[in-house]
């Protein structure tokens, strides 16, 4: 049962409206969810995909962007567990994360070579998660707790033998437990782009993010209506165990942000470095209750006061964008690199990663008319997943996302955006042998299959005075 309490907090966690990395969210406008690969733009996204092509947006002044984002997420966990009193002693624990707003904005102010950007918005987190039915290590653990201290009772107690007959079973007692919890990580970016000719710009800038999370989960085994007549028996009552948790968790670090943008020809070349964030996250914990008393060492990581790092990885994105034909039809192809392996995470779980993480990404937008714009994209994301670093509380799966949506530009100030994209995932089966720990350390064997789904969609203005 060591850890048992990550379950509660590490559950609620989920990224809606994902589209990057195992922490970043980098879907940040509703050009994004249409197009996906935005890495070569000098539209008002470019802020957060490509600071420095803003040097080449075509006008000057004023320029605005509000985007509004809806996402709905699964994240389900199929176990397999000898002392589960289901068929074939398999259940399925269903997740469930929604975040009905999601706002970003974005503001630039432009004059001949020189600009001045700020954005602001969601990048990581995002949305609230719950496990009404909580999740199988936790329903493991207590099982095999119970399990094993009754047993040992019996075997040295002839008087507790007389009563209980055995070891109890999990067919003798229930077990109810909810997690939920909300994740949010709020950036506030600000940079400066400087073209320094008609083909090359640069941009230097940085980018303050908060940590705010809440995380609420019990877990209570009640004995059934046979063995709380034996328990009244022998004097012990009716619940046999109890966890309740109640953490607030803050923390704040500060991304250095480095861009550089080339154009010639109708071709951009584009890259962003976004330099590894130091966070680490505070507890301020308003309960904690363990019954029995021993459970209190596997709440250790929340006790009121307790530091977790929890860095955010690099990310070096390059893009190529090209104009197939001039002012009409655009493509884009883009690449990101994460460095998770060398983020510091709760229990150095970074180190559990095979490698970092790979993201393709793929669009074209095309203008049907001075009026109408259309676009679609691809994204392609693989993780360095490895068994260590999948648990209950917190897995990834390998996926593919699609998008598409389209642009009404009413005049030259005004253009209306929408689009929505759905993200298709790889189950990922992990088998665990018996042994010493075996399955949600107990020595147990077990199986997990963890399986995802994502769908967003979005509407947004972009307004230039």
């Known amino acids: 049962m060591r850890k048992i309490a990550l379950l509660i907090a590490a559950a609620a966690v989920a990224v809606a409206a994902q589209a990057g990395g195992l922490l970043h969210n980098t879907n940040q406008h509703i050009n994004f969810v249409r197009m996906m690969a935005r890495g070569a733009s000098t539209d008002i996204d470019a802020i957060y ?8 947006m075509d006008h000057d002044g004023w320029a605005l962007s ?69 999740l199988p290590m936790f329903d493991a653990a207590v099982m095999t707790g119970i399990y094993s201290r009754t047993g040992a009772l019996v075997a040295s107690n002839p008087a507790v033998a007389a009563v ?28 400066f782009t400087y073209r320094f000719n008609d083909h090359f710009s640069g941009f ?51 991304t250095p942000i480095l861009g550089l943008d080339y154009r010639v020809a109708g071709l951009t070349l584009a890259a962003k470095y976004e330099f590894r964030t130091n966070l680490n996250i505070e507890n301020d914990t308003k309960e904690l209750t363990t019954e029995p008393a021993e459970f209190r060492t596997a709440l250790a990581s929340f006790e009121h006061g307790v530091n977790t790092p929890s860095d955010l990885p690099s990310i070096l ?11 009409k039809l655009r493509a884009a192809l883009e690449y990101h690199y994460y460095d998770d392996r060398a983020a510091e995470m709760a229990d150095n779980k970074q180190k559990a990663l095979t490698h ?84 949600c350390k107990t020595t147990l064997a077990g199986k997990d299959v963890y399986s995802r789904s994502n769908k967003v969609f979005g509407l947004g203005i972009d307004y230039r005075f």
């Open 49 to 56: 995909t490509n600071p420095a092509g803003i040097g080449f």
């Open 66 to 134: 509000l985007n509004i984002q809806s996402a709905f997420q699964t994240r389900d966990v199929r176990a397999t567990f000898p002392l589960f009193p289901t068929p074939d002693h398999t259940k399925k624990y269903d997740g469930d994360a929604a975040a009905p707003v999601i706002p970003s904005a974005y503001a630039a102010y432009k004059k001949g070579n020189w600009a001045i950007t700020g954005f602001f918005g969601i990048i990581g987190g995002g949305g609230k998660c719950s496990f009404d039915s909580g």
């Open 164 to 191: 209980l007959g055995g070891p109890v079973t999990p067919d003798q007692y229930t077990i109810s437990s909810s997690m939920r919890g909300r994740q949010y990580i709020y950036g506030g970016q600000l940079g």
């Open 204 to 254: 230097v800038g940085g980018r303050m993010n908060y940590f705010s999370g809440n995380y609420r989960g019990y877990v209570t085994a009640t004995a059934g209506e046979a063995l709380e007549a034996k328990l009244k028996v022998l004097g012990q009552p009716e619940t046999m165990a109890h966890i309740a948790l109640d953490c607030d968790q803050t923390g704040w670090g500060l």
């Open 317 to 327: 994105a390059v893009a190529a964008g090209y104009e197939i034909l001039p002012g």
């Open 356 to 439: 970092g993480t790979h993201e393709i990404l793929a669009g074209v937008e095309w203008d049907i008319n001075k009026t109408f714009t259309v676009s679609c994209g691809a994204q392609r994301t693989d993780y360095g997943l490895s068994d260590d670093y999948q648990t209950h509380t917190s897995f990834s799966c390998d996926s593919y996302s699609v998008g598409l949506g389209g642009a009404v530009h009413f005049n030259k100030h005004l253009t209306l955006n929408a689009g929505y994209f759905w993200t298709m995932y790889s189950d990922y089966s992990k088998n665990v042998p018996a042994g010493n720990p075996g399955y």
